[in-house]
C-alpha cells in the first residue's frame, strides 16, 4: 500500500495510535504513519486528537482504560508534560525532559523516547547540510527545540546558540547542556550573523501575520537554514532564506526523517 493509497485495514480488530496536540489540524503524520504500519503488516491507524494543555491529564487517564489504544503521537505544546506520564524513557529523553511518541509498556504503563532531533538533522542531511564543525543559531527552546538542540550537539556542531523569546526556558535548556557540552553552548538573539547554520523550531510562521524568526537581511546566503513547519510546506522564513541563495529544509524532510524512527518505536509493542 503506498503511503497515498485509499486502501487500509480498519475493522474492530484495528489498533489505535493517537496524535495529540493543540492545535492538531496541522499535522501531517496521520496518513503517513498509518501508511507505514499497514505496509509493515499491522493493523493499526493514527487518529488526530485535539487536546488543550489544561485537559491533558484527563486525556492520559481516558488512554489508560482504552485497551486498543498502544501508543500517542505528541505534538505541541506537551512534549514536556507527556514525559511526566512515561513510566520508563529512553536516556535521550530523560535527558531533554521531554518525548514526542509513547507506547505501551506489559505491565499498561507508558514508555517514551522523543525522535525531533534525529529527524530535524536527517531532513538537512538530505539536502546537504551538515551541523558538524558549523556555528549553529537555534530559535526555539520548547519541545522540539531542545531535542534538535541536543541533537546538532551529538553531530559535531562546534558551536549552538539558543535563542527564545522566553529566557527563563531558553537558560535552563542551555544549563543543562552546558553540564554535558560545556562553552560549546551560549546565549543567541535572532541575530544570525556569523552563524552557518540557521534552525526554526518554533510555530513562527504557521500564520501570515507571524514574524520572522531572525533577521533575514543578516543570513550568509552560504548558511544553511531549516524549519519544522509542516503547514505551509514552504514557510515564510524557509521562502525568504531561499531568496537569500541559503540551502534549505522545511518540515516535510524533518517529518519524513523521523517518520521510520517513530513507526519502529511503537510497531514494537503492538498487540
Not at 524513557?89 to 506489559?106: C, H, I, M, S
Not at 525531533?116 to 558549523?134: F, K, S
Not at 535548556?173 to 526554526?200: C, E, H, W
Request: net charge neutral.
Amino acid at each position: 500500500m503506498s503511503q497515498n493509497s485509499q486502501s487500509f485495514t480498519l475493522n474492530g480488530a484495528t489498533r489505535v495510535i493517537a496524535i495529540v496536540g493543540d492545535p492538531i489540524a496541522q499535522v501531517k503524520s496521520p496518513a503517513g504513519v498509518t501508511a507505514m504500519l499497514q505496509e509493515q503488516g499491522h493493523n493499526a491507524i493514527v487518529v488526530p486528537v485535539h487536546v488543550k494543555p489544561e485537559q491533558l491529564g484527563d486525556f492520559m487517564r481516558a488512554a489508560e482504560i482504552v485497551r486498543n489504544l498502544d501508543g500517542i503521537i505528541v505534538t505541541i505544546p506537551h512534549k514536556f508534560s507527556m514525559r511526566g506520564y512515561c513510566r520508563t524513557a529512553t536516556e535521550r529523553a530523560d535527558f531533554l525532559g521531554a518525548v514526542n511518541t509513547l507506547r505501551r509498556n506489559a505491565d499498561d504503563s507508558w514508555d517514551g523516547d522523543m525522535f525531533d532531533g534525529e529527524g530535524m538533522v536527517g531532513g538537512i542531511r538530505l539536502h546537504g547540510g551538515n551541523p558538524t564543525a558549523q556555528r549553529c543559531l537555534l530559535v526555539g527552546a520548547g519541545g522540539a527545540g531542545t531535542a534538535i538542540a541536543f541533537e546538532l550537539l551529538v553531530q559535531g556542531a562546534s558551536y549552538l546558540a539558543i535563542h527564545d523569546a522566553d529566557t527563563r526556558r531558553r537558560d535552563d535548556l542551555i544549563a543543562r547542556l552546558q553540564a554535558r557540552y560545556g562553552d560549546k553552548v551560549g546565549v543567541g538573539s535572532d541575530d544570525p550573523t556569523g552563524f552557518g547554520m540557521v534552525v526554526n523550531a518554533t510555530p513562527m510562521g504557521m500564520n501570515p501575520a507571524d514574524p520572522m524568526p531572525v533577521q533575514v537581511g543578516k543570513l550568509d546566503p552560504a548558511a544553511f537554514a531549516a524549519c519544522p513547519i509542516t503547514s505551509p510546506a514552504v514557510s515564510p522564513w524557509i521562502q525568504a532564506a531561499r531568496e537569500r541563495g541559503c540551502k534549505t529544509s522545511v518540515g516535510a524532510d524533518m517529518f519524513n526523517s523521523e517518520l521510520k524512527l517513530m513507526v519502529d518505536f511503537l510497531a514494537a509493542r503492538l498487540r
